[in-house]
C-alpha cells in the first residue's frame, strides 16, 4: 500500500487527516508522512486501515501489481 493508496482510502471517505488517525488509531503526523511519500506503510497500519474502512487486501494487491505492470 502506497502514501497515494492511504490519501485515496482517506479522500473517498472525506475524512481530515486528524480524523483518518483517530479512527485507524495512530497519529495525524503519521498519516501526513505517509501520504507524502517520507514513510512506509507498516504492516500494522496497512491491517488497521484495510479493517477499518473494510477494504479487501486483494483489491489493494491488485492495484500493486497493475502499477508494476504498467511501470514496464
Do not use: H, P, W
Amino acid at each position: 500500500m502506497t502514501g497515494e493508496m492511504v490519501e485515496a482510502i482517506r479522500a473517498v471517505k472525506g475524512l481530515t487527516q486528524q480524523q483518518f488517525a483517530d479512527e485507524i488509531g495512530c497519529s495525524s503526523v503519521l498519516i501526513s508522512l505517509v501520504e507524502n511519500g517520507k514513510r512506509n506503510v507498516s504492516k500494522g497500519l496497512r491491517y488497521k486501515i484495510l479493517k477499518c474502512y473494510e477494504v479487501d487486501e486483494s483489491v489493494i494487491t491488485l492495484i500493486e501489481r497493475g502499477k508494476k505492470l504498467t511501470a514496464f
